[in-house]
């Protein structure tokens, strides 16, 4: 169940693909603390669905909003968000191998 909105809509689509990738770059950091990938995953999706819930969005939304982003980037030819991918790619995804 999601509270009502403590961070409005209209804000979290003002903010900027610079601004998302900070964030992301900042916890992918954090996850790399966490020795098996498997746990850095689950952990990431709890700390996307309980602080989504908590600001009274859902997780999905959030997600369909980053989608947007990245598509801008690409109509846009910036690498923002690509680079995060990128970084979690080598930095997560990576321990796979």
Request: glycine residues 6%.
């Amino acid at each position: 169940m999601h509270a009502e909105p403590r961070l409005r809509r209209h804000v979290l689509y003002s903010r900027s693909a610079e601004a998302a990738s900070q964030g992301a770059f900042a916890v992918i950091n954090g996850m790399q603390g966490i020795e098996h990938p498997a746990d850095q995953l689950i952990g990431l999706a709890c700390a996307l669905k309980y602080t989504a819930d908590a600001c009274g969005h859902a997780p999905l939304d959030l997600i369909e909003l980053v989608e947007r982003m990245e598509a801008d980037c690409r109509f846009r030819e910036v690498n923002t968000l690509s680079a995060v991918a990128k970084y979690a790619d080598i930095e997560i995804a990576g321990k796979l191998q």
